[in-house]
């Protein structure tokens, strides 16, 4: 665990949070900042910076946090009209967070992805 870091906090039970789904690996709850209905951040128990820091050894955390939004994206009513997966790597990216973490939205069209025009 990072001492200063908020979701390390979280999976440690020091942080309130709305905790969705905990194990060995991983640990889902709701963004205290939702952007769409449904707003889940999926993150892995160990703490990586960012996504860049992860690697071939790491593919069962990846895989497993995989098999979790999917399985959250079905108790949330969102699996079958379609949800957002992704994560921000670094500042340009938008990660404000600097513990790796995926955001799973749905449960309203949520339009283009990116800008088209920069």
């Not at 500042?91 to 955001?103: D, I, L, P, T, Y």
Request: some cysteine; charged content about 20%; overall charge negative.
């Amino acid at each position: 665990m990072t001492t200063n870091c908020v979701f390390c906090k979280i999976i440690a039970g020091e942080m309130p949070s709305d905790i969705l789904y905990q194990d060995e690996l991983v640990t889902a709850f709701r963004d205290i900042n939702p952007r769409a209905p449904v707003h889940i951040l999926v993150v892995p128990n160990r703490h990586y910076d960012s996504l860049a820091d992860m690697g071939d050894e790491d593919g069962v955390v990846l895989g497993r946090i995989v098999a979790v939004t999917n399985k959250l994206a079905r108790d949330e009513g969102i699996a079958e009209s379609g949800y957002r997966f992704l994560t921000n790597v670094g500042r340009h990216a938008g990660q404000v967070v600097f513990h790796v973490h995926f955001h799973l939205l749905g449960g309203r069209p949520l339009g283009p992805m990116v800008m088209t025009r920069w």
